[in-house]
């Protein structure tokens, strides 16, 4: 199973960016998927994350402003960030989780300007 995540790059506070993660080597449909970040000195936390089925559950400092979804005919998974703030900047990684283990695609840097 590989994770390619993409999309990442320097934009200025209250812009947007949508970050990609192919998928590949899986049965994708029936997993889970998620977007965590970590920024320097801190633990990866979650930001957003979609079931199988599309349910989605979000970070409290990214609801409202940041939109997971998944197109399973594509193998991807997406992040669309709104309303950016520098404190969202990060290395953005994804992560398929299946039952027995985590796949984890390499990340991809966010950086926000103020």
């Known amino acids: 199973v590989q994770l390619q995540a993409s999309g990442g790059g320097l934009v200025q506070a209250g812009g947007s960016l949508r970050l990609s993660c192919k998928v590949s080597?899986?049965?994708?449909?029936?997993?889970?998927l998620g977007w965590y970040r970590q920024a320097p000195g801190k633990q990866r936390d979650l930001v957003a994350g979609?079931?199988?089925?599309?349910?989605?559950n979000y970070g409290d400092s990214v609801k409202g402003r940041f939109t997971i979804s998944r197109d399973n005919a594509k193998n991807t998974v997406y992040l669309q960030m709104n309303s950016l703030k520098p404190e969202d900047a990060a290395v953005y990684y994804c992560?398929?989780?299946?039952?027995?283990?985590?796949?984890w695609g390499q990340g991809t840097l966010v950086t926000v300007s103020s």
């Open positions: 080597g899986s049965a994708f449909s029936v997993h889970a």
């Open positions: 992560k398929l989780a299946t039952m027995t283990f985590d796949y």
């Open positions: 979609i079931t199988s089925s599309g349910a989605t």
